[in-house]
């Protein structure tokens, strides 16, 4: 059972009390859970960060990755490309949107998402990263095989900030490449102000 009780004054402004009843007498030891560690008797009590107060990173929106998805994707269907896996990663490398067209490779919703974040960390097309072989082995040990030096991550840029990187596989890799990058065209004009 877990009830919300009023924070108690030494507790921070964006922290909860919550309580747990742990079913059993005697005292137990808490691990460390947001921003607390108490030892109490039948109960176990700790803290909560308050979502809706936490800060978020600067960039994308899942409307706007929502959108930069669907649109590479119908930018396949409409040339003709096989079906494509396109992914949306905000500034950290992670995830906000996946989506893969109906029979579509499954191992492409693995590598839309890895060419999206070559190209952030690589701060440039992932088609474009010319790297020898042992650094590209180095790097892709670096960050656990995420990184895919193959045509088909781009940057998504407001202006010259980088707002996060998207990445389709699927098709060829020009193919891939040439459909997250016709999405995020379309999506910065629709984000011009009207003159």
Known sequence: MVETVEPEPEL??????????????GPQEVARVGLHRATVDSAVTFKILVMSDAPR??????????????????????????????AVVDVAGEVISLRRGDGGMPMASRLAPAKARTALVALKPSGLVDLPGGIIDSIQHLYGGDFVPRAGGVLVTDGDLVVGAAGASGALGVEDEEAVLTAVRRWQERRLPTR
């Open 57 to 86: 990173l600067p960039g994308l929106t899942l409307k706007d990755a929502d959108c930069l998805v669907e649109t590479a994707l119908a930018v396949g269907v409409e040339r003709g490309f096989p079906p494509l896996a396109v």
């Open 12 to 25: 921070d402004r964006q922290t909860d009390l919550v309580r747990r009843e742990s079913g059993t007498a």
